[in-house]
């Protein structure tokens, strides 16, 4: 079986819009609020941040366990690891997720400003210069035979879209608007060309993208 | 964790038939033509029987590869396991399966009439006589700690829902009206008072009904 390169639970807006322009440490999607776009996530029973029984076991469920099955490494934009930009002031920031990460993987997170590879957890974060390609070749390695998540943000998506090495992508579509932000794609229905397209409406108003290569 | 018990990817007629009661060897379903209530299942990449490349891979999909997760043993009633009825002529009938059954997993077949225990590729099978919660109790010793599939057919899934043992369950409802045959239930609905019930429709018809306990 082929090693693929997949997206999934990624969160956009109705218009598209994945998180805010003007991220912070306060705030990691900028003026959104995170709880409008992946709330239907963290309701699930395996969701990977639960720490409480219960949840719910419906569709939803089934995506979020879904979550970490046959992936072998992550590669993540420098803005889904933390706020800074540029040269990193020293080495203290560790990324958002405390002393267990929920990736359990090797992640590539891509950077002009490389630095040493922390190991936090059960996860080992490399940080590293590379376009799409080098990087998927780098993870893909890293991976031992499992297939890849492409996790975000909206940049590193597109980039890789733009490459053409996404083979499936999960996006859940809320049904709110937020009018300015970075927008993952202008309509879904632009990457027809390329991907099948499916979409299951859920009752909560969320409508799950599922594209795969045609 | 505690082990959960299943029943995962059952497929029934709008109006509640999951298979036609004049089974035969012919026609395991009876005068069901399976197709018309698990085609959605055949056409993802992921389906256990697939042997070519290919398939889709939406929503479908996301539920046929969740088929095995986590489970550690099945119970099926006698006629998912053959067309036989009262005492076995002799051991010659192994299953519908060949010599690679799809479940690789203990599997306990309920039966009046047991017979010695049959090793089929990486699966085997256990006949035994006993009630649901005997056989759960059996079942869930040789799952080492997995959850547990109610396999089917629609009378073994109803004296687990009788005897209130499932915890969840995932039925694709088609959109074809049978008439006759074993009937899941009268109304999706009359099991609410115990499960939450989440539907969702898909664009070829089929409306997944996921139920989880309250």
């Known amino acids: 079986m082929s090693q693929r390169t997949r997206v999934q639970i990624f969160n956009v807006s109705r218009d598209g819009i994945g998180a805010g322009s003007d991220q912070s440490l306060e705030q990691p999607f900028g003026h959104v609020d995170?709880?409008?776009?992946?709330?239907?996530?963290g309701a699930t029973a395996n969701w990977v941040n639960r720490s409480d029984p219960g949840g719910s076991?419906?569709?939803?469920?089934?995506?979020?366990?879904d979550f970490t099955r046959n992936i072998g490494a992550e590669i993540m934009g420098r803005n889904k690891f933390g706020p800074q930009r540029g040269p990193w002031p020293d080495h203290s920031w560790e990324g958002w997720w405390g002393e267990e990460p929920p990736f359990r993987t090797p992640v590539f997170v891509l950077t002009h400003h490389p630095r040493?590879?922390?190991?936090?957890?059960?996860?080992?974060?490399?940080?590293?210069?590379?376009?799409?390609?080098?990087?998927?070749?780098?993870?893909?390695?890293a991976a031992a035979g499992k297939d890849v998540r492409i996790g975000g943000g909206v940049t590193t998506i597109r980039e890789f879209l733009e490459a053409d090495l996404v083979d499936e992508m999960h996006v859940a579509v809320s049904p709110h608007d937020l009018g300015t932000g970075?927008?993952?794609?202008?309509?879904?229905?632009?990457?027809?060309?390329?991907?099948?397209?499916?979409?299951?409406?859920?009752?909560?108003?969320?409508?799950?993208?599922?594209?795969?290569r045609r």
């Open 57 to 65: 076991r419906g569709i939803e469920d089934y995506i979020t366990r």
């Open 34 to 41: 995170p709880g409008d776009l992946f709330g239907w996530a």
């Open 116 to 141: 040493p590879t922390l190991v936090k957890g059960e996860t080992t974060f490399h940080f590293i210069d590379a376009n799409p390609q080098e990087a998927l070749e780098r993870a893909q390695a």
């Open 182 to 212: 970075l927008r993952l794609w202008e309509r879904p229905e632009d990457l027809t060309d390329r991907f099948h397209l499916e979409k299951v409406a859920l009752t909560s108003g969320v409508t799950y993208h599922f594209f795969w």
